[in-house]
């Protein structure tokens, strides 16, 4: 028998913590007593996709509650197997500026390196569930070609991580490669987006710390957390540390059905955030990816949300409304 709370996740490193991931539905039913009804749809809508998460997100979930936010954002249903017109495997047709392995190019003067394949979580509406990852696996020397691209193109001033999880590879990996980047002369920003500080809190150690503050280039970490029942004193630690470093923390969230579509969780997202020292940056309407269309709102709905929240916020406390569209020059603004 699975214990309802298992609390030992608190005592390991993130290391361990990445590596005791919750990926068995039965397990999740059980720690959150679930009725076993839906066991099998889950079971079915894990496919290539499975479930994900750590044992720390999965403290902040309500027991005994099939609607809660957080639960929703992880748990595999039935819902997505069902195919949806516009829905496709790769909506933001990143393949095509995928020229390198590792690196994605679609906006001048920034690249997105593509550092690590997995998660510490798989969000069931990632719009790169169904990328190639087996063919972005660089080594060190493939690595070098990806910096060669940077290095002859001195528009490149800023270099983002993002993955998967960028922060799932080792700080001695991650160190070496902003080293490299580092020695570039006319890159000065690295982003980093990353949902480790969320999941696993405890990622942000010292080791990771480390590279971070010491490098020349200006570190800006973007985070993605959807609802404020995800930030616990664990999350609100990290991010000190983070702060302490001098580290910028932006945060970026996707509008969700059911999950974070109503003004007053949106307010005390934006708000909380603050409160942690996090400016609420961007808010996405999802990205038409296969599997994910029940999370999809209208957007004369998303546009009558965001009316509401823009006559509960300040201006700095409001994130962007934005959607990604492929061939664009720069994210599309959603105006009202
Ligand atoms: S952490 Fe980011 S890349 Fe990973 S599954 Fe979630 S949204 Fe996708």
Redesign the pocket.
């Known amino acids: 028998m699975i214990p309802r709370t298992d609390s030992t996740w608190q005592t390991q490193s993130w290391q361990e913590q990445l590596k005791n991931l919750v990926c068995d539905p039965a397990e999740l039913f059980s720690r959150l007593n679930l009725s076993p009804d839906n066991l099998a749809a889950v079971r079915e809508a894990c496919g290539d996709f499975p479930l994900r998460v750590s044992h720390s997100y999965l403290e902040r979930i309500q027991p005994n509650n099939p609607d809660d936010p957080l639960l929703l954002q992880i748990l595999p249903g039935a819902a997505e197997l069902q195919s949806a017109p516009g829905y496709t495997r790769d909506p933001l047709l990143e393949r095509d500026k995928n020229l390198n392995p590792g690196l994605i190019h679609k906006y001048r003067g920034r690249v997105l390196l593509l550092v690590s394949s997995a ?1 510490p ?3 069931r509406y ?1 719009f ?2 169904h990328f190639p990852y087996d063919d972005n696996r660089n080594s060190r020397l493939q690595w070098q070609q990806a910096l060669h691209t940077i290095r002859s193109d001195p528009s490149i001033s800023e270099v983002i991580y993002s ?3 960028p922060l799932t590879a080792s700080d001695r990996q991650l160190a070496w490669l902003t080293e490299q980047i580092a020695a570039i002369d006319h890159v000065k920003r690295l982003r980093i987006h990353t ?1 480790f500080p969320v999941l696993i809190p405890a990622r942000i150690n010292r080791e990771c710390l480390l590279w971070l503050s010491q490098s020349r280039l200006r570190v800006t970490m973007v985070l ?1 957390v959807n609802h404020p029942a995800e930030l616990d004193r664990h999350v609100a630690d990290s991010l000190q540390r983070l702060q302490q470093s001098g580290i910028t923390l932006l945060n970026q969230s996707v509008l969700l059905r059911g999950i974070n579509d109503s003004v007053d969780t949106l307010t005390a997202l934006s708000e909380q955030l603050f409160d942690h020292g996090v400016l609420p940056y961007y808010l996405h309407l999802l990205d038409k990816v296969a599997g994910a269309a029940h999370f999809d709102l209208p957007e004369s709905t998303a546009l009558s949300l965001y009316r509401a929240l823009q006559s509960r916020l300040p201006g700095y406390l409001l994130p962007r409304l934005v959607r990604e569209e492929s061939g664009k020059t720069a994210k599309t603004l959603v105006t009202l």
């Open positions: 998660c979580v798989h969000c990632c790169r569930r993955g998967g999880d949902r993605h």
